[in-house]
């Protein structure tokens, strides 16, 4: 039951994030989304199988990456900042999207239908989607590749394709599972997820 009332939350999450990329990516010039067939909001397309048992099991997987080719944007650097950022963007608009519909439903529905098994399946799986969302936000923005933090910091630092940026792109998988294993991620979580998801319940309820 648990995992049936967190999936949708994580289909929707990870399959809107990945439509971001591939359609900002294909609207500044890159086709290559488009002919990858990424430029949809079909879960199929963007749905790694190992890695959403992953998520769903031990609370860390992954989305199959968007390819995009640089060099067919029209301005590199900040097209590229752009399409990084559009992903986590898409996410906190989720978050504010459900953050409405979740104090909307709370606020419309009877108290006999809230209380009753069906009306409390509908609020978890709102109140789960909403958490997802952000969750999935904060993680990426962190500075670590393959996440999408790394690569607006790499612009914004301009240390792409430098030797710095190899070193660390090509351990940043033990990096991540160190930074996971020791809990560092885990604490950012809980001092980032949890102040902005009462923040939006606070605006909406």
Known sequence: ?????????????????EFAHA????????????FQKRVTLNPVRHMDPFGLLCIIFIGFGWGKPVMVNPMNFGNRRRDE?????????????????????????LNTASMSF?????GGIIATILWITIRINLVLMVFNLLPVPPLDG?????????IKYTEMYYKIYNNGMWILMLLIIFNVVGVILD???????????????
Do not use: Q, R
């Open 23 to 34: 359609v900002t990516a294909y609207k500044l010039g890159d086709n290559t989304p488009k």
């Open 150 to 158: 790394f690569s607006v910091v790499t612009e914004l630092l301009h």
């Open 81 to 105: 900042i752009i399409v990084s950022l559009a992903g986590v963007t898409m996410n906190l608009c989720l978050a504010v999207v459900f953050s409405a519909i979740y104090a909307l439903y």
């Open 1 to 17: 039951m648990s995992v049936l009332l967190t999936l949708p939350g994580i289909i929707i999450a990870l399959s809107f994030h």
């Open 191 to 205: 001092h980032t997820v949890t102040p902005i998801f009462d923040f939006l319940l606070n605006l909406f309820l």
């Open 114 to 118: 809230l209380f009753s098994d069906v």
